[in-house]
């Protein structure tokens, strides 16, 4: 994608795990990866700490780096590098930022999450998504921003992750007969969604848009349509039975076809061995 309606996609955790598959779902170009050293599959040397390096004019900054695990202070650190990100598109002229969050932002509701509805996060990695998205609505007013809450991505979680290597146990949850249901989104249909958005960066988005395909769907479904063997383990109270975002804002912009468990798994596989 060289076309005019294209700007620059710059991405910051090019090779992290989702970024990996992002990448591997896609072929296009006029992507800029960024990584805290030089090395292969790095575009250009970003640590998101200090001083930025010099953007291209008018770029979208897709911003899926973070920092999920390791000693201090886990909320500070990431709020550190979206502070970085946004100083940097306003001195950049960035057409838009797309900051990736996650469905985690709304918690175990029993409704399904819409964009300005409740957030009721119930993990440390919820709060601190839902902490940076605040950060980042700090300078709405200054640089163009769209938050994309995003759901479950086949491979980037520690489902189909771990059960490459055993079979998973799930927490049985009421009212399903496959373990927790999730609303999901593969990594062809990420990488459609993230350059359709960035197609659409200088035309008016909002403020924050869910990110999944639909129908939503049980963790122990997807794992056999993978092939992967699973079973219950004991309850625990504190499972989430289900998360699911509404995806109305989204399939207004792009439309888009039902998922079935079957297309996700092939999705997955199509593109692991291209991530690895």
């Not at 960035?198 to 924050?208: D, F, N």
């Amino acid at each position: 994608m060289t076309d005019g309606n294209f700007p620059p996609l710059v991405i910051t955790g090019a090779s992290g795990r989702i970024g990996r598959l992002l990448l591997a779902g896609t072929r296009d170009g006029a992507l800029v990866r960024t990584g805290r050293q030089a090395g292969t599959g790095v575009d250009l040397v970003w640590d998101l700490e200090g001083r930025a390096p010099t953007l291209p004019q008018g770029a979208v900054i897709l911003h899926l780096a973070a920092r999920l695990s390791g000693e201090g202070d886990l909320v500070a650190a990431n709020l550190a590098m979206v502070r970085s990100v946004m100083r940097a598109a306003h001195a950049s002229g960035a057409a838009r930022v797309l900051l990736a969050s996650s469905a985690a932002v709304y918690g175990a509701q029993a409704r399904d999450g819409e964009e300005d509805g409740p957030t009721l996060p119930v993990s440390p990695y919820g709060r601190a998504k839902l902490t940076c998205e605040a950060a980042a609505r700090a300078w709405a007013g200054t640089v163009p921003l769209t938050v994309l809450r995003i759901g479950n991505v086949p491979g980037a979680d520690a489902l189909l992750g771990r059960g490459r290597q055993a079979g998973v146990t799930l927490d049985p949850v009421p009212g399903s007969a496959a373990g927790p249901v999730r609303s999901w989104i593969g990594p062809l249909r990420l990488a459609e969604v993230i350059f359709g958005l960035t197609r659409r960066s200088r035309t008016a988005l909002p403020l924050c848009i869910n990110i999944a395909s639909g129908p939503p769907l049980a963790m122990g479904d997807l794992l056999s349509a993978a092939g992967i063997t699973w079973q219950f383990g004991p309850p625990r109270p504190l499972a989430v039975p289900r998360v699911v975002l509404c995806t109305r804002r989204l399939r207004a912009i792009l439309p888009q076809a039902p998922v079935t468990a079957a297309d996700l798994a092939a999705e997955w596989q199509a593109t692991l061995a291209r991530a690895t």
